[in-house]
T-cell receptor, first 113, second 115 residues
Framework: NAGVMQNPRHLVRRRGQEARLRCSPMKGHSHVYWYRQLPEEGLKFMVYLQKENIIDESGMPKERFSAEFPKEGPSILRIQQVVRGDSAAYFC???????????FGSGTRLTVV | KQEVTQIPAALSVPEGENLVLNCSFTDSAIYNLQWFRQDPGKGLTSLLLIQSSQREQTSGRLNASLDKSSGRSTLYIAASQPGDSATYLCAVGIFGSNTGNQFYFGTGTSLTVIP
């Protein structure tokens, strides 16, 4: 089992561009969580998804950010019209059920220039 | 809202010392508590997970305790080694049918073990 795979590991975008971050959960895991770690801050919850459903997006900024977890393929965190303040490490985690422990990926480090 | 605080923010010790990292949280209605290690520019490595019904967990030189009533957890590292140098994160988990198992993270303790 390859673990939770995130790509790309590093992503550089110019202000105003779009960023697409991918997360492939562990085999058999249908629950995905996204967290963001801003510089000098702790990780903060963004969104919780199950296959084809957003369960809790209370931590997502209201504008420019969206997430999906389609029936087939990875979960995608999409940031439109990126700004410097979006520069952060974005981590995803997956679990087989809502009750079980989850495993974090290695993260995507987004830099907006 | 759950607030998680870690003290100290940074710690530097000579090799071989035993040390304690502290974590406090404001809401005792937790589902679990997890300690992670994060190396610079890297992901999270899970060290110990304590369920809300448990008091402690041990793995090798690491021991984590949980006192829900006082809102505290400690991570004890015995006989520290230079390879233990990293940032240690405390994460308090809550659970709800509409939230799943979400974690609230502290900002971490940056540990340096001097050879």
């Amino acid at each position: 089992n390859a673990g939770v795979m995130q790509n790309p590991r590093h992503l550089v975008r110019r202000r105003g561009q779009e960023a697409r971050l991918r997360c492939s959960p562990m085999k058999g895991h249908s629950h995905v969580y996204w967290y963001r770690q801003l510089p000098e801050e702790g990780l903060k919850f963004m969104v919780y998804l199950q296959k084809e459903n957003i369960i809790d997006e209370s931590g997502m900024p209201k504008e420019r950010f969206s997430a999906e977890f389609p029936k087939e393929g990875p979960s995608i965190l999409r940031i439109q019209q990126v700004v410097r303040g979006d520069s952060a490490a974005y981590f995803c985690a997956s679990s087989p059920t809502a009750y079980e422990d989850y495993t974090f990926g290695s993260g995507t480090r987004l830099t907006v220039v | 809202k759950q607030e998680v605080t870690q003290i100290p923010a940074a710690l530097s010790v000579p090799e071989g010392e035993n040390l304690v990292l502290n974590c406090s949280f404001t809401d005792s209605a937790i589902y679990n508590l997890q300690w992670f290690r994060q190396d610079p520019g890297k992901g999270l490595t899970s060290l110990l997970l304590i369920q809300s019904s448990q008091r402690e967990q041990t793995s090798g030189r690491l021991n984590a305790s949980l006192d829900k009533s006082s809102g505290r957890s400690t991570l004890y590292i015995a006989a520290s080694q230079p390879g233990d140098s990293a940032t240690y994160l405390c994460a308090v988990g809550i659970f709800g049918s509409n939230t799943g198992n979400q974690f609230y993270f502290g900002t971490g303790t940056s540990l340096t073990v001097i050879p």
